[in-house]
């Protein structure tokens, strides 16, 4: 049975992985061809799917995106990895054959019926399948990136088997602000992907941050101008890439790419005007030259938390976890940024009295939110 459970996994990944609908397992006295045991160790593919010494426990359910998204897949596998390969625990993920609730809560299904304990899944989009899900598996535990399960605004309901991570966006939007002011940029550009509230945060957290910097440096107001729009997509497409490609060529220096896949049109467009970008989630460094640094959340690391304290016994369930400065689940990636002029001296600083509480920002959540920001010498251009 071992054995036709780990064949049955596999072709199930691989026909999610191309978009394929599931097969029709076999029926249970088919024999199975002679592979190992699910509890024979197995090199990881070319996929990054694994299934190690121990069986699966551990499951990852991607959203419309693939594993090696640059964004909260990708971050939030790592910290799967990241926690789960040295501890000895078979983790593997799913590729949803379709972008729907159902498809998702298939997919959940799939992981559980192949044995595991606890399933990661990323982004907004799985609000609606883990509402569901942790009901239907109240045995299982679930950990939900970046949201909350619910079915509709005003529904949120984080269950006992169930855990959200949630981020200070507003946090690491602010540091992504007051850097490019304090790199000495003067004339940035904010596009987000979808206005959820997520993307609302960073750029709010933008636009303080960029007030904060103007104040310490005594700029006169008007000096430091924002472009602000949504792209209204996460997805990479021509029409964000001529957006930027506009602001660019109107004298914007930076932009901050709150946009998921949309980012990688914005790089493209940098890359043609020779200018820059502030990534987004990870650390996009490694996507393009022109992107001088990334509005950090901690994905792995707050993945791999709560992994660890599922696998000792003290899961959080019904909690929704907020990772800010001061538990280190947002910042700034200095390590690889390609700043001429902001110190990892100023960075720190700056860091310190957001984790201190001494500075506090604005939490509005709205698609216009921007616009009642208190800020006196930002001048923020809202398009679209």
Not at 217 to 229: F, H, K, Q, R, S
Request: aromatic letters at 8%; one cysteine or more.
């Amino acid at each position: 049975m071992k054995k036709l459970l780990a064949l049955l996994l596999v072709a199930m990944l691989v026909l999610a992985a191309c978009g394929g609908p599931p097969p029709t397992p076999p029926a249970p006295d088919t024999p199975a061809p002679d592979t190992p045991a699910a509890d024979t160790p197995a090199a990881p593919d070319t996929a990054g799917a694994i299934v190690p010494t121990g069986g699966l426990q551990i499951a990852l359910v991607t959203d419309y995106g693939t594993i090696d998204d640059g964004s909260f897949n990708q971050g939030s596998w790592e910290g799967v990895v990241a926690f789960a390969g040295p501890a000895g625990f078979g983790h593997h993920y799913i590729q949803p054959a379709e972008i729907s609730d159902a498809a998702y809560v298939d997919a959940i299904a799939l992981a559980i019926e192949g044995g595991a304990e606890i399933v990661v899944t990323p982004g907004f989009l799985f609000g609606a399948a883990v509402y569901e899900a942790q009901d239907l598996w109240p045995d299982v535990n679930f950990v939900i990136i970046d949201a909350q399960p619910n079915v509709g605004p005003g529904t949120a309901r984080v269950a006992a088997n169930t855990v959200a991570v949630l981020y200070a966006e507003q946090e690491s939007g602010f540091l992504a602000g007051y850097a490019a002011v304090m790199e000495g940029h003067r004339s940035l550009g904010f596009i987000g992907g979808i206005p959820v509230p997520a993307v609302v945060l960073f750029g709010t957290g933008f636009v303080e941050g960029a007030e904060y910097a103007a104040q310490q440096l005594g700029l006169d107001p008007g000096e430091v101008t924002i472009n602000y729009a949504y792209a209204m997509t996460f997805n990479p497409t021509p029409e964000v890439q001529t957006m930027a490609a506009a602001w660019y060529n109107d004298g914007v220096e930076i932009i901050f790419a709150a946009a998921g896949g949309a980012g990688f049109s914005v790089m493209a467009a940098a890359e043609a005007a020779g200018t820059l970008v502030i990534g987004v989630d990870i650390d996009q460094s490694g996507d393009s030259e022109t992107v001088i640094t990334s509005a950090l959340k901690g994905l792995q690391a707050s993945v791999a938390n709560v992994l660890e304290d599922w696998a000792a016994g003290n899961f959080p369930g019904g909690q929704a976890k907020i990772y800010n400065a001061s538990l280190n689940g947002v910042g700034l990636s200095m390590e690889t940024s390609r700043f001429q002029n902001f110190t990892q001296a100023q960075y720190d600083a700056i860091f310190a009295q957001l984790a201190s509480g001494a500075i506090t920002l604005s939490t509005t959540i709205g698609d216009d939110a921007h616009l009642g920001l208190d800020v006196e010498l930002v001048e923020i251009i809202a398009i679209g």
